[in-house]
């Protein structure tokens, strides 16, 4: 089957997934919360080898044309986020700096706390001072580092109210729409891409989650006399109500532009300058 821009997508979201319930993702500030969600529930990847999967992306997409150079871009920050974590900064900005020549400009995630003892490297402020972004796509850079701490802490919300509950319901973590817009910069496809594989890794942690305790308390159920099912009955309708606060509250959250904000491209505010949600 010939390779498309949408099928290496897929493949790289996969990739993104798996590499978020990494044993490694524990280590890395940001990163943490969800991660240890994910592998709690979903286990480590069995079979997968995001750096593998990385390398094959860069390869095939680099086949495809100016229109694939977002992917290419993809598997490198990838691989540079593996590098980091690991300790390995000479691989990690090389493949920084290979990311960033094909188009990636999260310059707000080359502010997280992991990354700011590189700030003073000249290799890697080189490589920030040749990000391009405009106005506009920043601001959904933003809304996106935002949005995973949100559903971070909804994850981590959920699976708190979940504890004892003996009704057999099984409760999806809402996530906010995706945006739609055409960005200014192809490279806001890759933040994107990372918004939606951790949407992905916590809503399949929540689920298997949800699924193990639901099954639980039917097999309660059926060798229990003395089943509580009044109180099943309410625990039904309290998590109905929160699901129903949940998916309003996500699709309160979906990313809106702000009217007049600029969308030329220009160079990234100065290193050191912005703040990650928090």
């Not at 391009?132 to 580092?145: G, K, M, N, Q, R």
């Not at 890759?190 to 594989?197: F, G, K, M, N, Q």
């Not at 399949?204 to 099943?232: E, H, Q």
Request: proline share 7%.
């Amino acid at each position: 089957m010939a390779d498309t821009v949408s099928a290496l997508a897929a493949r790289v979201h996969e990739l993104l997934v798996a590499n978020l319930t990494s044993p490694a993702a524990a280590a890395v500030p940001g990163q943490g919360v969800f991660a240890s969600l994910a592998r709690a529930f979903l286990g480590a990847p069995q079979g997968v080898d995001p750096a593998a999967g990385f390398h094959d992306v860069i390869a095939r997409a680099a086949g495809l044309g100016p229109d694939s150079a977002w992917l290419v871009a993809a598997g490198h920050s990838g691989l540079a986020g593996m590098a980091f974590e690991r300790g390995q900064s000479d691989q990690g900005l090389y493949h920084l700096n290979a990311a960033v020549s094909y188009g990636f400009n999260d310059c707000l995630a080359l502010h997280g706390e992991a990354l700011r003892p590189f700030h003073a490297d000249p290799a890697f402020r080189n490589a920030y001072q040749r990000m391009v972004i405009s106005p506009a796509d920043l601001d959904e850079v933003t809304w996106a580092h935002r949005e995973i701490l949100l559903m971070s802490r909804d994850a981590t919300r959920a699976s708190v109210d979940n504890i004892g509950r003996l009704d057999t319901g099984i409760s999806a973590l809402p996530q906010a729409p995706l945006p739609t817009r055409v960005p200014n910069t192809p490279g806001v496809l890759v933040t994107r891409l990372e918004l939606s594989a951790v949407q992905t890794a916590l809503q399949r942690a929540a689920i298997k989650a949800d699924t193990s305790r639901a099954s639980g308390n039917v097999a309660l159920d059926l060798v229990s006399d003395d089943w509580d099912f009044a109180r099943a009955r309410r625990d039904a309708w309290r998590a109905d109500e929160l699901d129903s606060h949940r998916q309003q509250a996500a699709a309160a959250r979906a990313f809106v532009e702000r009217p007049g904000v600029s969308t030329v491209p220009g160079p990234c505010p100065p290193l050191g300058s912005l703040i990650p949600p928090a």
